[in-house]
């Protein structure tokens, strides 16, 4: 199971002082949900030499798009705040928050490393500026738009509806790592973590089921206050709201590969009896279920079954050069797969655009 580290280069060295983690479920258009991730970091230099770069993996697939650099949002006073729920003070690159100022990174370059990554895996190098010199210290934020969820975030489904999710997160998390065998070469070079603030942001139709470890706090999110911070409209309706999950690693307790952060989120649905809805799809169901077991639909199997066998005895070169066709279409499909699966991507794509459009069109 993949897990979310950040690695250094093989002879690097610097500490992460403090990282804050944000999974943001936002609402899109025909139910469509877009998932992205912020990760906040707290760098200082610990060598002579200064670090360029540093590696993160994460517990997703993610859009080629790349790694968007979120320095910018961050200048602004009011943004800021929002981000480290404190008074900040800005001056040109330098915030000060929790009364200890750093200087504002930026993210030079970012580069997905395609020979350690998977469906629902990803690996980046990222170049930051300036260079992290020794005692100092360099604050990065980043966001990375979520592909593939993998087993971060699995969502329950009812007659294809869905009525809740599964959220399960790991930092530094090596060992259920096995199925990704391409991160096992850097297991020595994950970062210790002293400080992690790790939050999952969900629409609030989603109720908490069961969560562990504890909570830090839960609370109700005033989106449209987040709106110059995402880019967006968080919620296609401006009725719906978020509910934020807020996990803190123990003080003292430093997250690392012996001693691995682990949430887990059972998130549902809350099916009341006056919820018509529920009660359409039941019926629906129940009524065509009813027609296909007892009325028509079982007399047109069995008499369709017959039908075929008695074919097949009494016309055999019918039957093979069936058989042999139903082969050449079913080659003739694979064949054209990978013109399928471009189809397919292309038609994502576009809908994504149009969603991406739309939700920030509505921001205005």
Not at 124 to 152: F, H, M, N, Q
């Amino acid at each position: 199971m993949a897990f979310f580290a950040i690695i250094r280069d093989h002879d690097d060295s610097f500490e992460v002082l403090q990282c804050h983690i944000n999974i943001w479920c936002l609402g899109g258009i025909l139910g469509h949900s877009n998932f992205v991730w912020d990760v906040g970091l707290r760098l200082k230099g610990s060598v002579d030499k200064k670090v360029t770069k540093l590696y993160m993996a994460f517990p997703f697939g993610a859009e080629g798009s790349g790694i968007e650099d979120l320095h910018d949002r961050l200048i602004h006073q009011h943004t800021a705040e929002l981000v480290f729920g404190s008074p900040v003070k800005i001056d040109g690159d330098e915030i000060t928050y929790d009364e200890h100022p750093v200087v504002l990174g930026r993210v030079d370059t970012s580069r997905r490393i395609e020979d350690k990554c998977g469906p629902d895996y990803s690996f980046w190098e990222i170049a930051i500026a300036p260079t992290l010199a020794k005692d100092k210290e360099l604050y990065v934020r980043i966001r990375i738009r979520i592909a593939r969820c993998g087993s971060t975030w699995v969502w329950k489904r009812s007659l294809g509806r869905k009525n809740g999710a599964l959220v399960d997160l790991r930092v530094s998390d090596v060992r259920e790592a096995v199925a990704v065998e391409p991160w096992g070469s850097f297991k020595d070079r994950i970062v210790s973590i002293e400080k992690l603030n790790l939050l999952v942001i969900a629409p609030d139709f989603l109720q908490m089921r069961a969560v562990s470890p504890a909570l830090r706090y839960m609370r109700l999110l005033e989106s449209r206050a987040w709106e110059n911070y995402l880019g967006q409209s968080p919620n296609l309706l401006g009725r719906r709201r978020l509910i934020i999950y807020h996990w803190r690693s123990q003080k003292g307790e430093p997250v690392d590969v012996k001693t691995p952060f682990l949430a887990f989120l059972d998130l549902s649905r809350d099916y009341g009896f006056v919820r018509p809805a529920n009660h359409v799809r039941a019926a629906i169901f129940i009524v065509v279920m009813a027609a296909i077991v007892y009325g028509y639909g079982g007399g047109f199997a069995r008499d369709s079954w017959s039908w075929a066998t008695h074919f097949a005895q009494q016309n055999k070169l019918a039957s093979i050069i069936g058989g042999a066709g139903a082969l050449t279409i079913f080659f003739g499909i694979q064949k054209s797969w990978p013109l399928i699966r471009n189809v397919v991507r292309t038609c994502r794509a576009v809908f994504l655009a149009v969603e991406d459009w739309f939700l920030k069109s509505k921001r205005k």
